[in-house]
């Protein structure tokens, strides 16, 4: 989160920054734009007019366990349970206002299932199995919340050039009892057997943040459904590396949680395809760039297939 927080006011031109305390806030035009609150136990973002239902807002808790990311009047409220990664939405009602403008469908919920394609175990010839990282799909799964988009369309509004940002909350569960640590001699992550003791191991997963901005092509076409034209995108995603921890938990109710960075690649983009009428959409992205950096761990590349609820 604090690579988050490094981000948005780095990306604040020409700005008066001052902090007081654990508050620290960022001033353009003497409007204050950007506020940061650190109290120990939680980091407290805001950027824009919170009084007015605008902006950004977010908050997480010292495990990161639970973040709360409000986007105008929407509340996205993104927590670990005993059964994964979670997230609920509550929204202030609005009358909504239709207009003939290009409507882009990037910001929202998504959700998928992550597998594992191009698989290369090189590195873990020797003692290891062959599906030593092999997911369970079923529980390998990712929540997106795409919190911001812009279009740039053409005259008649039949397709556009689309842009945004969002965050992106991964889990890769493996199939297998094991974790992963990270080997300071070898210089890379190596795959750990978890041990039973008294009672056997009910799941395993690895779980990585992402900050996500996309370039995408959309198109509306012809083909209606009640008031929805079906609509085509596609083009490329580009993420940037928020943080990581692996999580395993016993049939008993123990568990055990270690953050780290695990050679993740800090940056990385996606190719991606959708399909979808009015606020629903059925998508596929496949990131060209490996999880892990190069000989710092297996040479593998997720792929994601899920739906996503824009305009939510």
Known sequence: MKQLITFILCSILAATIWAQADTTKVDVMKKNVVTVIENGDNVHVVVGDKDRGKGVEVITDEWGDT????VGRRTFKVFEGSNGTH???????KTQKWSGKFNPHWAGLEVGMNNFLNSDYSLYQNGYPNDIFEL????????????MEFAFKNEKKTFGLVTGMGF?????????????????E??????????????????????????????LLEIKT??????????LAGGAIGSLYLGSHTKYKF?????????????????????????GFGDFCVFAN???????KEGKGPKIHPLLIGISFPNI
Not at 170 to 183: G, H, M, Q, R, S
Not at 222 to 231: A, C, E, I, K
């Open 251 to 275: 049939h008993d109710g123990n568990k055990n949680k270690a953050k780290s960075n695990y050679h993740i690649s800090q940056l990385k983009y996606d190719l991606t395809g959708r399909i």
């Open 222 to 231: 012809p083909l209606r459904m009640g008031s929805s034209n079906l609509y």
């Open 168 to 184: 992106s909350f991964n889990d890769y569960a493996f199939d297998l009892p094991v974790t992963i640590e990270k080997d300071i």
């Open 67 to 70: 973040t709360h990311v409000r």
């Open 286 to 292: 496949y990131s060209m760039t490996p999880l892990f």
């Open 87 to 93: 997230v609920k939405v509550e929204k202030e009602h």
């Open 136 to 147: 369970n799909p079923g529980k390998s799964l990712t929540w997106n919340i795409n919190f």
């Open 186 to 215: 070898k210089g890379r992550i190596i795959p750990v057997n978890i041990p039973d003791g008294n009672s056997s191991v009910k799941k395993s997963k690895l779980h990585v943040n992402y900050i996500t901005a996309p370039l």
